[in-house]
């Protein structure tokens, strides 16, 4: 006996059934475009370094022939090169390798990524967003996984609930001190990104106004106080609140 009336066993069930040994691969619908991009950007490396060392043509005058065995050598420590008049300069052989077409391709291919993975270039690139941009701005651009990431939310928090609430009837039937049972359980998720406070004070000043938050939240919101020390500041704005009107 547990002292809890259900199993403590919470799965968090997705997309496969139970009939599968192996579950959902988040990696597996990109890992043949992931590969694609490696293939891509090795050989068009391969292409880079054979280019950092191009070939030298010269003329003719510069080279000379082994008498005895016919053999044309080149010395490539002459500092200067004699030419004829009328003579060909001596210049790089070099290929275009058409290296455009090879990024743009990768290009194309991580777009694909970004679609079939619920992500943005916002999420990998940040920096290329800037500083000033506000945080509606960068939600809007991080829609596509933060709805990735609330789906997850709704498989998880159900039985995150039900695994809180078990522990705190656990700690009653085994007399932990201070133990109370939990029945009424809420949960906030954060999205991880950074808050734009002047945006938020903006926000939540309008809705106060409006009578559609208390200080308290408000203040919770705000600057993330807890406890005693929301209460204690809570109080205090309504004094402060009460004392400017009463002026």
Request: aromatic share 6%.
């Amino acid at each position: 006996a547990t002292g809890f009336d259900e199993p403590l066993v919470f799965p968090v069930h997705n997309v496969q059934t139970s009939e599968d040994t192996e579950r959902c691969d988040d990696y597996h619908d990109i890992d043949q475009l992931l590969k694609r991009v490696e293939s891509t950007l090795t050989r068009t490396g391969r292409v880079l370094d054979i280019h950092s060392e191009p070939t030298l043509g010269i003329p003719e005058t510069v080279l000379s022939k082994n008498p005895n065995t016919g053999e044309i050598t080149y010395n490539p420590k002459l500092k200067i090169i004699p030419l004829e008049e009328g003579g060909q300069m001596p210049q790089y052989v070099t290929w275009d390798g058409q290296l455009v077409a090879a990024f743009n391709l990768v290009n194309l291919i991580m777009d694909q990524f970004y679609a079939l993975s619920e992500t943005c270039k916002t999420a990998f690139e940040p920096d290329k967003v800037g500083n000033q941009i506000s945080g509606t701005a960068l939600r809007m651009l991080m829609s596509s996984p933060l709805k990735k990431v609330k789906r997850l939310k709704t498989q998880y928090d159900p039985q995150l609930k039900k695994a809180i609430r078990a522990i705190s009837y656990l700690d009653v039937a085994h007399s932990v001190q201070g133990a109370v049972k939990l029945d009424s359980i809420s949960t906030t998720w954060q999205d991880g990104l950074p808050k734009d406070f002047t945006e938020e004070c903006k926000n939540y000043v309008s809705l106060k106004m409006a009578g559609l938050v208390t200080t308290r939240r408000a203040t919770e919101a705000l600057f993330g106080l807890e406890g005693d020390e929301l209460e204690a500041e809570a109080g205090n704005l309504d004094e402060q609140n009460v004392a400017e009107g009463g002026m």
